[in-house]
């Protein structure tokens, strides 16, 4: 996989592991997502504080983070995606990476989701011995259960009303992939290059 994307509008999206000059942008996207509730938080993180502990952690703890750098946007409006894969609390699951992704309202549909999974979940295998990835979304999040099940992530389980927005109960459902499953599979179809 090409780690730039041309858009049809001329943008160039390059894709690649995050520096700490990413960190406001990267946090942007994130509050604009908390506005759109379909992720389970509420507070916008604003200050630098939260956002340097958690690059800190993410380097201290060896996860992993791609962003989808547009090289025609100056700094600090040139990240306008990001996908995470995470380690889990529990030693015997190092093999395990748990997945959280944000495309920018606007850039969405545009195949840069694919992309940032793609190359996340490479890298986790090649740098950070992931076998398996897991993730979770709400249940009525369409478009992203659409592009994991493209990827080839499989349901396994869906919690009732795990999640309340004001009056409002949602499911949360539950999916895993594991890696090289999805590597053969890529290889078989000759999409390496793609
Ligand atoms: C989920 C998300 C990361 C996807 O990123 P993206 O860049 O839009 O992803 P892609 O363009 O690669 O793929 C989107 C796919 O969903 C499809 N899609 C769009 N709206 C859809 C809908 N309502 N129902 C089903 N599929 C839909 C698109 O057609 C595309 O599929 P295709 O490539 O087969 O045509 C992005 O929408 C996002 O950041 N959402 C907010 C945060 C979020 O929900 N994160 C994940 C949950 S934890």
Not at 85 to 105: C, F, P, T
């Amino acid at each position: 996989m090409k780690d730039i994307l041309e858009l049809s509008s001329g943008e160039k999206i390059r894709f690649r592991h995050i520096k700490k000059a990413d960190l406001d942008a990267v946090w942007r996207n994130f509050n604009e997502v908390v506005k759109e509730d379909i992720y389970p938080v509420f507070s916008p993180v604003e200050t630098q504080y939260e956002k340097e502990s958690w690059y800190d952690n993410l380097k201290r703890e060896k996860n992993l983070c791609i962003v989808a750098d547009n090289l025609n946007l100056e700094h600090p409006f040139n990240v306008i995606g990001q996908c995470e894969i995470s380690n889990i609390e529990w030693d015997a699951s190092r093999h395990v990476g748990s997945l959280g992704i944000i495309v920018q309202h606007k850039y969405r549909d545009l195949g840069i989701g694919y992309r940032l999974i793609d190359i996340a979940i490479r890298d986790a295998y090649k740098l950070n011995n992931k076998k398996k990835i897991i993730l979770s979304c709400f249940s009525n999040n369409e478009r992203a259960i659409h592009l994991y099940k493209k990827i080839g992530f499989i349901k396994v389980g869906q919690r009732k009303a795990q999640f309340k927005i004001e009056e409002n109960y949602y499911d949360e459902v539950l999916m895993d992939l594991c890696i090289e499953d999805y590597l053969n599979k890529k290889k078989h179809l000759n999409l390496e290059s793609k």
